[in-house]
C-alpha cells in the first residue's frame, strides 16, 4: 500500500507537471522567434531619446543626426523656441554635436531668474 501511495503522489505531481508543462507549451508556441527579439534589441541600441518641456519621446531613426537637424525637425512637433539650449546627456553642446545611441538630447530654455536688489547706501 504504501508503495501504492507513492505511486499516486508520483502520478499527482506528473500530472502537475504536464499541466504546468502544457501551460508553457502553449504560452510558447504564441512567442516570435528570436530574430524580433534581435530586431528589437537592434533597435533600442540606436534609440535617442528627445525631450523638451512635457514633450518626451524616443525615436530609433535619430542616431547619427546633429543636434542642429533634430532641432530643425522636431521645432514645430516639440515647440522648441531657436534659442533653447541644447544637453545631451546632461552636458551643454554645440549644434554640430552628432547623436549615438542611447544619447539622450534635451531642449531648456531658462524662464525668468529673479535678480538681486542693488542698494547703494552713501554716508
Do not use: C, W
Not at 18 to 41: R, Y
Not at 64 to 75: A, D, H, N
Not at 92 to 97: A, K, L, P, T, V
Amino acid at each position: 500500500m504504501a508503495q501504492d501511495s507513492k505511486k499516486d503522489q508520483g502520478q499527482g505531481q506528473g500530472q502537475a507537471k504536464n499541466e504546468a508543462g502544457g501551460l508553457g507549451q502553449d504560452a510558447d508556441a504564441g512567442t516570435a522567434p528570436d530574430t524580433d527579439t534581435d530586431d528589437k534589441a537592434a533597435s533600442a541600441a540606436g534609440q535617442v531619446h528627445v525631450i523638451h518641456g512635457a514633450n518626451s519621446q524616443t525615436f530609433d531613426n535619430l542616431a547619427g543626426s546633429s543636434v542642429s537637424e533634430i532641432r530643425e525637425t522636431l521645432t514645430e512637433v516639440f515647440n522648441i523656441p531657436p534659442d533653447a539650449q541644447a544637453l545631451v546627456n546632461g552636458d551643454n553642446i554645440g549644434e554640430r554635436y552628432t547623436l549615438k545611441p542611447q544619447d539622450t538630447l534635451e531642449f531648456i530654455k531658462q524662464a525668468g531668474v529673479k535678480g538681486y536688489k542693488l542698494i547703494i547706501i552713501f554716508d
